[in-house]
């Protein structure tokens, strides 16, 4: 993903601009005020989160910002920041499926066609608290991309897509089952209160929690025909459960000879049911296709088969299953292809979003608030994106964002100096306010396009 950005004059608004219209356009206020987000004292809920916007943009820390510029923030003071991250009583994930599912419906679904396939794709990732030891249900986890153990969470991410823009929808910041594994335990709260289904949630395995959070989604209404997933999560209990829910499942499957289905009236690995089939020659996409059910505790799921050529090695195979055996071979390998685009999510988030390093509470509370703020704030360039007509990238698109506060700080800068120049040719020249106008507007003539807009915003 691209660092840097042609230097262009971009005609667009700027960002406090982006964010304010973001937030009316979308109703935020009123989904804060949905999921349990409610003022209980001091500043608003939906000016805090305003706020917390804009500081990635910035580029600066909280306490830097106040530090910096303590008469701007007179009213949304670390207290009531800190008072917003931990409230127990807000519901996240609802608040981000609300927001994801008002996206879809009013800027995403209306441009595609009817012919669309809509999809969840769930996936994690490490969410790493690796510099303490005091955080809330803390636990020692495996980094598969470092090969290495580390203190943090695994951030199990439910998100939606049309094929072409994604958005998160909702997550848990899994801990550990086991007693043993966990550093901290969770902190006392009202077992009827959302900061208790919270931590609840956090302690089940990844696929239960997976459940939940499609459950979540359903209620949020966001239109899905599909749900995609690694081989992590792909297990018989899974794909029925998801079933049942009333969604397909497209995943990859583990050759693990745990991993049975019934074929031909028996049940069989994967590998077992590759062996005992003839392979398609020449350069098709996929090297066998098998009709299988899928069965568990009685219950059983007619799905199907399909072993692809691994590119890294020819010699050997993926497998993905699909519980919907209407499509053909081609067009399941063809929907799975869209799950690549959560890896990039997760690229997005870490490299430019601050997920993860810009929070330091020790709240199991205040974290999964940052998640959720980092999430509306990657919906907000995912429109952006969406409705841009230059190939930006996400990554461009904060770049830019963050260049145009820069030039918001200096336009107000220019606008104090200039207001101190007039001050100042009045008293020593005794110049008229027409001919210091005169001035200043041959002076702001010769200046950059882009540079005038922003000072005319000043």
């Not at 937030?23 to 009123?30: G, L, N, Q, T």
């Not at 470092?146 to 998100?159: A, D, E, I, P």
């Not at 006392?188 to 989604?217: F, Q, V």
């Not at 008293?427 to 000072?455: C, G, Q, Y």
């Amino acid at each position: 993903m691209s660092n840097s950005i042609t230097q262009n004059d971009y005609d667009s608004v700027d960002i406090s601009s982006s964010i304010s219209v973001f937030f009316k356009r979308f109703h935020v206020a009123s989904i804060l005020k949905s999921s349990n987000v409610r003022k209980n004292k001091g500043t608003s809920p939906v000016k805090i989160l305003e706020y917390m916007f804009t500081l990635i943009f910035k580029g600066k820390s909280m306490y830097m910002d106040h530090l910096m510029n303590p008469s701007d923030h007179a009213a949304c003071n670390k207290d009531a920041v800190y008072r917003f991250m931990k409230n127990g009583a807000a519901n996240w994930n609802k608040f981000t499926s609300l927001l994801a599912s008002k996206i879809a419906r009013d800027v995403i679904t209306p441009a595609d066609s009817k012919n669309r396939v809509n999809a969840f794709i769930v996936d994690d990732s490490v969410f790493s608290r690796n510099r303490s030891k005091k955080v809330e249900l803390l636990t020692k986890i495996f980094d598969h991309a470092h090969h290495k153990y580390l203190f943090g969470f695994r951030m199990l991410t439910l998100s939606w897509t049309d094929g072409n823009t994604l958005l998160p929808v909702a997550s848990s910041l899994l801990s550990s089952g086991n007693k043993k594994a966990r550093i901290n335990e969770a902190g006392a709260t009202d077992h009827r209160s959302n900061a208790y289904k919270r931590r609840k949630l956090s302690l089940t395995k990844g696929t239960d929690a997976m459940i939940e959070l499609i459950k979540e989604a359903r209620k949020a209404k966001l239109p899905a025909d599909y749900v995609l997933f690694d081989s992590w999560f792909s297990s018989p209990k899974t794909l029925l459960a998801i079933k049942n829910l009333g969604y397909d499942v497209i995943a990859m499957v583990k050759k693990s000879d745990k991993m049975q289905f019934q074929y031909n009236g028996e049940m069989k690995s994967v590998k077992e049911i590759y062996r005992m089939n003839h392979k398609r020659r020449g350069r098709s996409k996929y090297l066998l296709s098998v009709s299988i059910n899928v069965t568990r505790e009685g219950k059983t799921i007619p799905a199907r088969l399909i072993y692809v050529r691994n590119r890294s090695n020819r010699k050997d195979y993926l497998c993905l299953i699909s519980t919907n055996t209407n499509i053909d071979e081609n067009e399941a390998i063809r929907i799975y292809g869209k799950r690549w685009q959560i890896e990039v999510f997760f690229k997005v988030c870490k490299s430019y979003l601050g997920l993860a390093r810009e929070c330091r509470s020790l709240s199991y509370d205040a974290m999964s608030a940052h998640v959720a703020v980092v999430f509306a704030r990657y919906m907000l360039l995912a429109v952006e994106n969406r409705e841009s007509e230059d190939p930006r990238t996400l990554g461009e698109l904060f770049l830019y964002f963050t260049d145009e506060l820069a030039d918001i700080t200096f336009a107000q800068a220019f606008k104090q100096i200039m207001e101190m120049f007039c001050a100042e040719m009045k008293d020593r020249f005794d110049m008229d306010e027409s001919a210091i106008s005169e001035m200043m507007d041959k002076f702001i003539s010769v200046l950059r396009p882009s540079t005038r807009r922003h000072l005319r915003a000043a």
